[in-house]
Every structure is written in structure tokens, then in C-alpha cells.
């Protein structure tokens, strides 16, 4: 009901003081007016947003031609129209077709002229109709209708009376809580004696649409009728009672927001008046500090703008902190500072030489980049990535290249990451939000060209929060990163001036298009003299500081650093035998705080005390078993020798595979079999013995898994000695893939299979050709005393490592 009464007690038309303007019927009246005569032709006046009902006034504007016509020439007359709702209210020329059937008969109270040229009627219903022919359009339009015998209000029927009475209340309690009607309706709803016009009354001013009150209009039935019009104010009154508890809640928390604001307004002129509010003085440091910085015009926009935000804040809101927070973080960033570069190549070569023995291909990366950087003044910053064994200083070459550059060094793990947040950040919108580790370590550094190590990148995960190496492609993109968006930040930052470096142990698990981002610098393992250098010069003085040992009271001798390095380490870098150094002196350390005498260069049998018996490395043994043959395999802690055995026996051609094979290297052995059948004329061996004996492979240490297809030549090799039982060429070894056709194909790993085989005294190998330019690059010192056999075919392979002498006790093949 929110425009109950609204026509009828906010009328503002111009009346005449003592204009009789009565709104409410008494019972006889109403009786009166049910049985009046009215013609049976009416003048039809249509209304567009209202019904009219019997007994109840209302003021109507009237507008159109017709209307206007009907009105006037019914004002002049007896005063009686007939009154019928629009189907459509935005119909501006209705026909018969387009108003309801059921209307009013109306009477005209008063006729008003209006200041802006319309006029207002005002009429009273009287008594219901049906439209029954139409008579004329033009001027307006007239009817015959047929008129309703109004029902009575069934006396003696309680359920009505508790209906009405119930109607009544609602509507009091109403117009009570409604603030937009007034206080005088509560007057006139109390003051209707009549049930009927009561119903009449409260449907016409009921907040409902022309639909509904029109079907509350051709609803004889009075019960019916009122329990249509209470289920309506039911729903109403139940609709307003929770706008007001609405608003009551808003109005509370206004007043609870207004007084603190009026209380923080109190405390600020205080402040002022003891010397300064504390909010402003920060204020006022974060413009001047802004005012330093050297960020573009953009991002001075945007701090300003949320400082201008922040002050309007209220301190003690949660937000407040967060603004506050993103504010200091624009601050602390290093917007377009960069620390100078020290382009002193020689210097910087120095430096890489002091910190790394070895990694000479590594060095001269970095060398190359220093010098183009020296020529150019300007250059994206490639990204570089290590690969390479654990422990052979992959991450500690990013200090060092840091401190040959002079620029800041951070480091960022990336082992377990996998939420797309940490390298992005999150929102500021989220509690506990913050920028991704990429900013806050610019942040760190207070550089924006810092030396930035992204450590163990191939470690990263994946996860329903994200893919973060997906996220890093832009960091890594030189043609990306100069507009990298934190979404914490919620602009770009430049990253193309920062010098990247990611390490990794596995190739294989770094995404493709990331891998492609990135240039690959392989670090290979050291060799055990590279070992006994590091540990000479970096290991041993270091744990000798880490344990407070003096250099005159521990020393060991160089051949038993060769013994540490082969008996008690099985590793590509150092980290191993810095441990095992790191045991050694802390016995010492032990020995000097007993005050025990001991003896200060290491003897072999201290050491074994210390350490334990060694572990033993793989040894060449002989060549007096058909069917052995050394091969050459690369693990993830360096080269080794390992043996692949072949037996023979009565059979029918069965092939057994046995030493934790992976199913490259099964492939190898039936390769090198169907081989040796379809070559068996060149010793001289029928088909039929491949038809009547079994072969067993066995490759020794079946408990580590092996894979790969280097091993190919060693097993035939070992078939083609085992068929013949020829021996096989002493202190040989080899490694290379085979082809059906009986081509060697090259394979990787060549220096750590090098050294592998030198250490296991090894002096003659067999390689692809084209490994050849593996063999140029490696230091002429870790090859004297081999001698290299550089093959295309296994026709050359067998030639050279067969011998034409036979085994003792050979097996007899037939």
C-alpha cells in the first residue's frame, strides 16, 4: 500500500476553501447508491493506471481529446460517465477491444483547471457495470451497458467479520510504519462503517497493479474478494516490516560510522593542536619520498591516486592497513634504479677463476656476455640457465658472476612452488594478500638490474591453485618481461635489465615452451683430479674456518685425496666429499680440544678409522670369460664401467634379459641378436645354433635400474664373443648405439664415461665417430694413456675387439 490515501490527502489541485470534498459514505448512503437509477447508455471514459471502485473518490488528469470532449460535456449535464480500465496502459487510442469489460458508473464531483493547461476531474464511484454494446467513437465513446446487483454484507457470518476486521488492522499497521502515507488515513480507514465500501476502499488504494485490482473489481463474491485483498496486504505488511528492519540496521551502522567519524575528527584537531596528526605527518613523508622516485608517469598516477584513497580511509578499517601496505610497497620498489655495472673483464675472470676451478665453457659464457654488455653499453639480459649434477656449483656461480658484475644477487628456490601466486602475487582484494617472490625479491635486491638465481627450476609443480612454469614464461621472454604485471602490484615492472639465471639437475621435466625461453649451459660433473683441486683449494680451508683448525694442525696429502675422492664418494660434484672433509676435521677438531697427540698430516689408516672401509670402485678385471664385456654407462653422479655378461645354453632360441633393464636397452639386446643371426656366416655359425640354444643376458648390480641405448655394441660384442668363445680385446671399452642395418650411432654422457674408464684403468675405448668432437673438447690431460677406436659399423666394432684367440675351456657350440 505505498500510495494508500496518496491522490486523496496529498492532493495539491487548486479547491476552493469551502469546497465539499466528502471521501467516505455512510451505510445509508451506500444503500442509496445501490439502488439509484442510471441510464442504460453510458459516456465511456477510459483510465490508463487505475480501477475504480463503488463509493471511493479519486482525482483523475485527463489529457486526451476524447476525454477531454466527455468530461466537459458531462460536467455541463448530469454529471454521469462510465468508467473503464485499459487492458494496456501505454495504448494512447484505445478502442472497445482494448478496455475491460467490467467498470464503474462514476459521478463528477469537481472539474479543475490545472496551472500547465490539463485538467483534473475528481469522481466518485457508484455502482458496478458490464459493457454490453458499443454505441459511438467519435466524439468519445458511449455504450449500453448492463448493470450488477451489488451484493450485501452477509450479516451473522463470523469468518467475514474476523476477515474484515483482520483487513483492518493490516491496513492500520500500514499506514503506520509506511513512511509515505499520512498519519490522516489511520483516520479515515477507522472511520468507514460500511464492510463493503471498507473492501471497496482499501482495494482502490492498495499498492497492487491495474490487473489486480480489476480482478478484485469483476469479483462478486465479497468473501471471495476479501480474502484476495487480505493475502495482498499480508504480503505487503510482511514486505515493509522487513524494509524497516532494513533500514534500521543501515541507520545504525551510519550512526555508529558518523560518531567515529565525528570522534576521529576530534582526535585530529587534538593532534593538530599538540603538534600534528600522525596520519598526515606519514602522509606527508610517503609524497616526498614519492617525489624522489624515478618511476614513469603511469605509475605516479596510480600512487597518487590511491594515497588520495588511503586519506579519506578511516585508520582503524581493515582496507586502510591493505592500502597502506601496497602504498609502501610502490615506495620500496626500485623503479628505474640500477646499480653500475664493473665491466673490468679481467677482473671479473678472476673472480670466476678464485670461486670455480674447472667449468671452463661456463666461464666463458659469462666472459662473452660481460664483454658484449662492455661494447653495446645497452643489452637485454639473456637467461641463462645451468644444467647439470647435483654439487658441481651451478647456484654459487651466481654469486659470483654478481660480484664479478657488481650488481646485487638474490636467489629464488623453486623447488616444491606450484601456485601460479607465488611468481604472480595475489590480488590486493584477498585478506593476507601479497606481491609474488619475483617482486619481492626486486624489492630485496633495491636494484632493478640485480643477478637473479631461480633455483632448481625443473623442481616446479603444478596444482589446482595453477601452473606456475607457465607463469614464468613471461618472465623469462626478453621480448615480455619489460611489461611484467604483479597482480598485487597491478602495473608493469620492468625486468628485461635483470640477469636471470635458473639452475637444473633434469632437462626433461622443464616445460617446452619455458626450456625454449632459456639458454642451456651444460656444467658436467669434475673429474677426480678437478676434485682433489677444489678440495685443495675451497673445501679444506673452509671447514678448516667452519671447525676453528688451524692450517699447521691438518693437512692430507694428494694421493689420499684421490683415495677420499674414489673409496668414499660416488657423485658428479663436491657436496659429498665437502661432507666427508667436514668429518675428517671435525675429528681433528676433537683430537686438539682432548688434547690428544695426533700426527698433523692424515695417514690411510686414520682415514679407514674416521671414515669406515671404503666403498670400492669398479675394476677392469680380465678378459678370460667369453661373453664379458666392459661397457661405458653415465649415471646422475658421473660415469662407470659396468659388465655385460652373456651365457649360453641347450635350448629352443629363448632370450633372457635380466639386471633391472629398461626397455631401450631390451630393445638394444634383441637388436644385437637378430643381428649376429642375420651376420652369422662372418664366424661361421649356422642357424641352427640360434634355433637349439638359449641366451641369457645379465647385466651385474640388478638392484639399480638401467636404461638407455649406449649399451647396444657392448651386447653384441658380448653375443658375437659368447657364439664364438673368442676372447675379447684386454682393458677394452665401449659404449654406442646399434641399427638393424648395423650402423653405430653416437650417445651422450662422453667425458663422465671418459674419466669412468680412465679411473677403472681402462686404455683402449671404442666410439661412434661421431662422438669424435666430444673427445676435442675434453682437457688432453685427462686422455693420456687411452687410446680411441672411433667406429661407423659393427663389422669395424668386432674386428677390433675380438680377439682370434679363444678362452680356455670353451663351451662347446654345435
Known amino acids: 500500500m505505498s500510495k494508500i490515501f496518496d491522490d486523496m490527502f496529498n492532493f495539491n489541485g487548486p479547491m476552493d476553501a469551502d469546497a465539499e470534498f466528502i471521501p467516505l459514505i455512510t451505510p445509508e448512503e451506500e444503500e442509496t447508491m445501490n439502488n439509484q437509477d442510471f441510464p442504460e447508455e453510458l459516456a465511456i471514459l477510459p483510465l490508463r493506471n487505475n480501477v475504480l471502485f463503488p463509493g471511493v473518490v479519486i482525482p483523475i ?68 457495470f458490464k459493457l454490453e454494446t458499443p454505441v459511438q467513437s467519435e466524439p468519445y465513446f458511449k455504450a449500453k451497458v448492463s448493470y450488477f446487483k451489488e451484493a450485501k454484507f452477509p450479516k451473522e457470518d463470523e469468518e467475514f467479520d474476523a476477515i474484515i476486521d483482520t483487513m483492518k488492522d493490516l491496513a492500520l499497521r500500514i499506514i503506520k510504519d509506511s513512511p509515505n502515507i499520512p498519519s490522516e488515513a489511520q483516520f479515515a480507514i477507522k472511520n468507514i462503517e460500511s464492510p463493503t465500501f471498507l473492501l471497496n476502499f482499501i482495494s482502490s488504494n492498495m499498492n497492487a497493479d491495474v490487473t489486480q485490482k480489476q480482478e478484485m473489481l469483476e469479483e462478486s463474491d465479497l468473501k471471495a474478494r476479501a480474502m484476495k485483498v487480505l493475502e495482498h496486504l499480508t504480503a505487503e505488511a510482511q514486505a515493509l516490516e522487513m524494509r524497516n528492519e532494513i533500514q534500521t540496521r543501515v541507520k545504525q551502522d551510519l550512526d555508529k560510522q558518523q560518531r567515529e567519524y565525528y570522534l576521529h575528527q576530534q582526535m585530529r ?81 678472476k673472480i670466476l677463476d678464485r670461486d670455480h676451478y674447472g667449468l671452463e665453457k661456463v666461464k666463458e659464457r659469462i666472459l662473452e656476455y660481460l664483454a658484449v654488455l662492455k661494447l653495446k653499453k645497452d643489452m637485454k639480459s639473456p637467461i641463462l640457465c645451468f644444467y647439470g649434477p647435483p654439487g658441481v656449483g651451478k647456484t654459487s656461480l651466481g654469486k659470483s658472476i654478481a660480484e664479478s658484475l657488481g650488481r646485487e644477487y638474490v636467489r629464488m628456490s623453486l623447488g616444491g612452488v606450484h601456485d601460479e601466486s607465488e611468481i604472480r602475487g595475489h590480488r590486493k582484494t584477498y585478506i593476507g594478500a601479497m606481491p609474488g617472490r619475483v617482486i619481492q625479491n626486486i624489492k630485496k635486491a633495491k636494484s632493478s638490474n640485480p643477478v637473479f638465481v631461480l633455483d632448481e627450476i625443473d623442481k616446479l609443480g603444478r596444482s589446482n591453485h595453477g601452473d606456475p612454469s607457465s607463469a614464468l614464461l613471461e618472465v623469462l621472454d626478453p621480448e615480455q618481461n619489460t611489461e611484467f ?11 628485461s635489465n635483470v640477469l636471470f639465471i635458473a639452475t637444473a639437475n633434469d632437462l626433461s621435466t622443464i616445460q617446452g615452451p619455458l626450456r625454449d625461453r632459456m639458454e642451456i649451459i651444460e656444467v658436467n660433473g669434475y673429474t677426480v683430479e678437478e676434485k682433489i683441486e677444489i678440495a685443495k683449494q675451497h673445501l679444506i680451508p673452509k671447514q678448516l674456518g667452519n671447525h676453528g683448525v688451524k692450517k699447521g694442525q691438518f693437512s ?29 676435521v671435525r675429528n ?205 659399423n659393427m663389422k669395424e666394432v668386432l674386428d677390433i675387439a675380438l680377439l682370434e684367440t679363444k678362452v680356455k675351456n670353451p663351451v662347446s657350440i654345435d
Open 556 to 584: 692430507i696429502s694428494k694421493k689420499l685425496l684421490e683415495f677420499v675422492v674414489e673409496e668414499y664418494t660416488a657423485e658428479s660434484g663436491v657436496r659429498g666429499l665437502d661432507k666427508i672433509i667436514s668429518k675428517l
Open 269 to 349: 584537531t587534538i593532534q593538530d593542536e599538540l603538534g600534528g596528526n600522525p596520519q598526515e605527518e606519514e602522509f606527508k613523508r610517503m609524497q616526498e619520498r614519492a617525489e624522489k622516485k624515478k618511476w614513469n608517469k603511469k605509475v605516479a598516477q596510480i600512487f597518487l591516486k590511491e594515497l588520495q584513497k588511503v586519506e579519506r580511509m578511516n585508520p582503524q578499517s581493515a582496507e586502510y592497513t591493505v592500502q597502506m601496505n601496497y602504498l609502501d610497497l610502490l615506495l620500496e620498489l626500485p623503479w628505474g634504479e640500477y646499480s653500475k655495472d664493473n665491466l673490468n673483464i679481467k677482473r671479473a675472470a
Open 588 to 792: 681433528r677438531a676433537k683430537q686438539i680440544a682432548l688434547e690428544e697427540e695426533y700426527v698433523t698430516k692424515l695417514s690411510l689408516e686414520h682415514i679407514k678409522k674416521v671414515l669406515g672401509p671404503g666403498r670400492g670402485r669398479t675394476k677392469y678385471d680380465n678378459n678370460e670369460t667369453a661373453g664379458v664385456v666392459t661397457g661405458l654407462a653415465w649415471t646422475s653422479v658421473g660415469g662407470d664401467i659396468l659388465f655385460i655378461e652373456s651365457l649360453i645354453t641347450k635350448g629352443k632360441g629363448k632370450l633372457t634379459l635380466t639386471g633391472n633393464l629398461g626397455d631401450v636397452m631390451k630393445e638394444s639386446a634383441v637388436i644385437a641378436l637378430e643381428y649376429l643371426k642375420a651376420h652369422a656366416d662372418w664366424f661361421g655359425l649356422k642357424q641352427e645354433v640360434f634355433e637349439n640354444h638359449n641366451v641369457h643376458i645379465h647385466v651385474p648390480e640388478g638392484a639399480t635400474p638401467k636404461d638407455g641405448p649406449s649399451a647396444g655394441i657392448t651386447m653384441l660384442t658380448s653375443l658375437a664373443s659368447l657364439f664364438t668363445q673368442r676372447k675379447v680385446k684386454k682393458y677394452l671399452a665401449m659404449t654406442g648405439e646399434i641399427t638393424l642395418r648395423g650402423e653405430v650411432l653416437p650417445v651422450g654422457g662422453i667425458k663422465e664415461k671418459i674419466l669412468a674408464a680412465k679411473r677403472a684403468k681402462i686404455k683402449e675405448i671404442i666410439l661412434c665417430e661421431k662422438n669424435r668432437q666430444d673427445i676435442e673438447e675434453i682437457k688432453e690431460d685427462y686422455l693420456k694413456g687411452l687410446t680411441f677406436h672411433f667406429v661407423t
Open 61 to 128: 488528469t485527463v489529457g486526451r481529446d476524447k476525454s477531454l470532449k466527455l468530461i466537459q460535456e458531462a460536467n455541463d449535464g448530469s454529471k454521469i460517465i462510465g468508467v473503464l480500465s485499459q487492458k494496456n496502459s501505454a495504448e494512447e487510442r484505445p478502442e472497445f477491444a482494448d478496455m475491460h469489460e467490467v467498470g464503474t458508473v462514476a459521478q463528477i464531483v469537481r472539474l479543475l483547471k490545472m496551472p500547465d493547461g490539463s485538467s483534473t476531474v475528481i469522481i466518485q464511484g457508484k455502482r458496478r
Open 485 to 495: 604485471y604483479d597482480n598485487y602490484v597491478e602495473t608493469e615492472y620492468d625486468l
